[in-house]
């Protein structure tokens, strides 16, 4: 049985006399640790007599407290200190306790930054990453251009296998989301417009705006929250795997071989969800129409006199831009991580973050600019 | 008398991270056929100067002549023209993921060559043959055990028939017998194909078996610090640290 460790204080005709017993483990010197030490530096000491004939068992723990207690010992001034009946065995490790002590590590602690100097820090790497960022978009660029040129380089069974992962797979989670958002929207206007006799305006506020804003949007984040960041784990990965590193010196370009792909697949998939989504939202606000006991094709005339053809592309234009920032945040993220643990789940969040903010960026750009071109 | 071709050669090589060399003023040539170990200590240096001579990390200065090009000056097409000409298997091996150990083989056959479909499948096959991993043809990367992942990189590395196959720690983390056969095989590809191999190992037993010249690096020197043949390194005394790495015998109980 492993009783935890005592000590012992008596006088003699040489001084003070601290006899120890039991096991110095990590968990007995914890024990002793606090109340030897106090003993120490309260009591009155002249020559001080350390006892180890009942210490049956020492670790590195207990070697730091007997080179502890010597240490505190000599700021006490004790004359003499008396390290009696130590076992020979466990003499190689008070040896390294002191060994280890006596070094200087202080050259080797990290110095800590001030504020000013951690927010320089942090400005500055934003500006290399954000360098590296336009670096990456510029590299892209330069090889979509040249597979545009060259259709037969492109990898075109990753790019559908791509496009059936990020697309053909989102269906239901666009159209859930879709079905819902049309649903809500048109029971909370129909509730104001009732008031005026003027349900069946619904229509015209679903058709526009699922058709011209919240179609697109809503696609864009749900495969911004879907594809970017599994793109960005998909890359990362492969960084971490050294198989981006095993490409690059068989000579083939890892952003022709794995980024364009993707954002080729996502350019075209994008457009398709977002036709899709436009229908599903329209069919949400139906269902609220009809409801209400209006026919469906009281519904379906009043958009379709409401909604014109530029609405139409309009949306559509901003999909395809919304498709290739999803792919290239997603992308870049992934080419960028680092090595470590976490390095692919950081990726991951920040192809996704890079994917919102730039989706709702380009949005509010192309608001503007439609507002301005009169569409 | 035969000749002895240069096949690479490093010129005043600077390297390291962020413009702070870890390494410096390196200069060494390889020959056509050899198998040429770079070894050294941990933090030596011995990947990054791999990582030059691939082409993965560009010089701070200095030259990386392959085949008589000058791979640390080219870019873009002409980078990738060079680096077709060398095999590289890494230290984890490096495999497509998502791709079948034959996939991974015919990968750089498919986007190079415009061979029919039959025969990269034969070239293939012989490759995979050649390592031994003639029943591992259709697994993926995630089935294959350390060493047949290794095995499997070399197959994939020897796929265009390079003349320069480099090997990033081939033994590492292989049991000794394993590690023994992959020996045995980089020197039959040595002999038989005539391959060149630049091996970056601190494997004393591989190094014994297969080198034919060694160069070795040290962290405080930051450069080479002996070149010579296995024999010639084990017996120089001038300089206590290769001596020590080459003649390390340490006996339980000896201090």
């Known amino acids: ?54 210490v049956n068992y020492l670790d590195t723990a207990g070697a730091t407290l007997i080179y502890h207690i010597e240490k505190l010992v000599r700021t006490r001034g004790v004359k003499e200190l008396f390290i009696v009946n130590l076992k020979q065995e466990f003499s190689p490790l008070i040896e390294l306790a002191k060994s280890i002590k006596q ?26 990453e954000t360098k590296e960022f336009i670096t990456y978009i510029g590299e892209i660029t330069w090889a979509l251009i040249q597979s545009l040129k060259h259709p037969k380089t492109i990898r075109w069974a990753d790019t559908f296998l791509v496009a059936e992962r990020a697309g053909v797979d989102a269906l239901p989670i666009v159209a859930l989301i879709s079905f819902i958002v049309g649903l809500v ?14 349900e069946l305006y619904v229509a015209n506020l679903i058709g526009i705006a699922m058709i011209r804003e919240l179609g697109p949007l809503m696609t864009a984040i749900v495969l911004a929250g879907r594809s970017a960041s599994a793109f960005a784990a998909e890359i990362g990965t492969m960084r971490i795997n050294e198989e981006i590193d095993a490409l690059t010196v068989m000579g083939l370009d890892p952003i022709r071989f794995l980024i364009v792909p993707r954002i080729i697949a996502l350019t075209i998939i994008t457009p398709l969800l977002t036709i899709f989504s436009n229908l599903v939202g329209i069919l949400g606000g139906a269902l609220v129409i009809t409801s209400l006991g209006y ?8 958009i379709a006199s409401f909604v014109e053809w530029n609405d139409f592309v309009g949306g559509l234009a901003k999909c395809f831009v919304f498709g290739i920032l999803i792919a290239t945040s997603g992308c870049i993220r992934g080419y960028q991580t680092q090595s470590g643990p976490s390095a692919v789940g950081v990726s991951t969040t920040r192809a996704v973050v890079t994917g919102i903010i730039l989706i709702a960026v380009f949005d509010g750009i192309f608001s503007i600019m439609y507002y301005y071109l009169g569409v | 008398m035969k000749q002895i071709e240069t096949i690479i050669k490093i010129e005043n090589l600077y390297a390291g991270y962020n413009n702070i060399p870890i390494i410096e003023n390196i200069n060494f040539k390889v020959f056509k056929g050899e198998v040429f170990v770079i070894i050294g200590g941990s933090g030596c240096g011995k990947s990054t100067l791999l990582k030059n001579m691939i082409g993965l990390l560009p010089p701070i200065s200095g030259n990386v002549m392959i085949l008589g090009e000058n791979l640390s000056q080219a870019i873009g097409k002409e980078k990738n023209r060079i680096l077709q000409k060398i095999g590289v298997a890494f230290q984890s091996g490096a495999l497509f993921g998502s791709m079948t150990v034959m996939e991974n083989v015919k990968l750089v056959l498919k986007e190079f060559t415009s061979l029919p479909d039959s025969v990269m499948d034969d070239i293939v096959w012989l490759k995979l043959k050649l390592v031994g991993l003639e029943k591992a043809v259709f697994l993926m990367p995630g089935e294959l055990s350390g060493g047949m992942k290794k095995r499997a990189a070399l197959a994939r590395a020897m796929a265009l028939d390079p003349s320069i196959i480099f090997l990033d720690e081939p033994s590492a983390g292989l049991d000794p017998t394993t590690s023994a056969g992959l020996d045995h095989l980089v020197m039959e590809l040595a002999s038989s194909l005539g391959i060149t191999f630049v091996i970056v190992t601190h494997e004393l037993a591989s190094i014994n078996a297969i080198s034919d010249r060694i160069i070795m690096l040290e962290k405080d020197a930051k450069t080479i610090i002996a070149t010579g043949t296995p024999e010639q390194l084990k017996n120089d005394h001038s300089n206590p640290y290769v001596y020590n790495f080459f003649n390390r015998t340490i006996h339980k109980g000896e201090k």
């Not at chain 1, 492993?2 to 914890?30: C, M, Q, W, Y």
């Not at chain 1, 001030?114 to 942090?122: H, L, Q």
Request: net charge positive.
């Open chain 1, 103 to 128: 070094k200087d590590f202080s050259d080797q602690i990290p110095k800590k930054l001030s504020f000013v100097d951690n927010k320089g820090k942090n400005l500055s790497d934003t500006f290399s």
């Open chain 1, 295 to 302: 026919p469906i094709i009281s519904y379906y005339n009043q």
């Open chain 1, 1 to 54: 049985m492993n009783f935890l460790p005592e000590f012992i204080v008596s006088k003699d005709s040489h001084g003070t006399r601290i006899s120890i017993t039991g096991r110095l483990d990590a968990k007995g010197t914890s024990n002793l640790w606090q109340a030897i030490t106090k003993k120490i530096s309260s009591c009155d000491l002249s020559n001080l007599t350390l006892d180890l004939e009942r």
């Open chain 1, 185 to 198: 929207m048109a029971f909370q206007a129909a509730i104001p417009m009732r008031m005026f006799g003027a």
